[in-house]
Antibody, heavy 118, light 107 residues
């Protein structure tokens, strides 16, 4: 079964760091382009970052320089390292991918909640 | 950054009604426009990709059209289970962006 499972969310103080994980099953992370999308409480969807199969990475301006996307091919897992966290980073973080070809997100994880608060 | 503007923000509709949601891009994006449905406390689900291609398993009452800057999601003969928020998403150029969402309430 194709599945994405995010873990690593929690309550963190402003300025702190957190690493999110997204474990994939049923397909190979390194063969697909993988993204992080977040959703603040009661708000819409916001694209955060992408890593392509070739390894290129891109970030939203709002997280550039603070967040790092990466993957561990041996664990078939995607990561999002989040540093210098701010209150406005509070959101549910989803990992998503496009298995059917193209770049529409056809597979999403269940999301993990990150709360940045003192 | 390409801005996507959806209309309406909210719509209250009755079952069996036909619903149209529009998404306008701030610049031409060809057909790189996708539609998602999100129900409360669930992850988004892909409905339509590349403006008009129905995703596998999606009911045939959902359809999409448009190209360039103007796009439409149509739900024919609305069902109670279609109560959700609908988002458009462009992948024409980075950063990917989403519309603000359209919430459908079933009367």
């Amino acid at each position: 079964e194709v599945q994405l499972v995010e873990t690593g969310g929690g309550l963190i103080q402003p300025g702190g760091s957190l690493r999110l994980s997204c474990a994939a099953s049923g397909f190979t992370v390194s063969s697909n382009y993988m993204s992080w999308v977040r959703q603040a409480p009661g708000k819409g969807l916001e694209w955060v970052s992408v890593i392509y199969s070739g390894g290129s990475t891109y970030y939203a301006d709002s997280v550039k320089g603070r967040f790092t996307i990466s993957r561990d091919n041996s664990k078939n897992t995607l990561y999002l390292q989040m540093n210098s966290l701010r209150a406005e980073d509070t959101a549910v973080y989803y990992c998503a991918t496009c298995l059917a070809g193209g770049d529409a997100f056809d597979i999403w994880g269940q999301g993990t909640m990150v709360t940045v608060s003192s | 950054e390409i801005v996507l503007t959806q209309s309406p923000d909210f719509q209250s509709v009755t079952p069996k009604e036909k619903v149209t949601i529009t998404c306008r891009a701030s610049q031409s994006i060809g057909s790189s426009l996708h539609w998602y449905q999100q129900k409360p406390d669930q992850s988004p689900k892909l409905l339509i990709k590349y403006a008009s291609q129905s995703f596998s398993g999606v009911p045939s009452r959902f359809s999409g059209s448009g190209s360039g800057t103007d796009f439409t999601l149509t739900i024919n003969s609305l069902e109670a289970e279609d109560a959700a928020t609908y988002y458009c998403h462009q992948s024409s150029s980075l950063p990917d962006t989403f519309g603000q969402g359209t919430k459908l309430e079933i009367k």
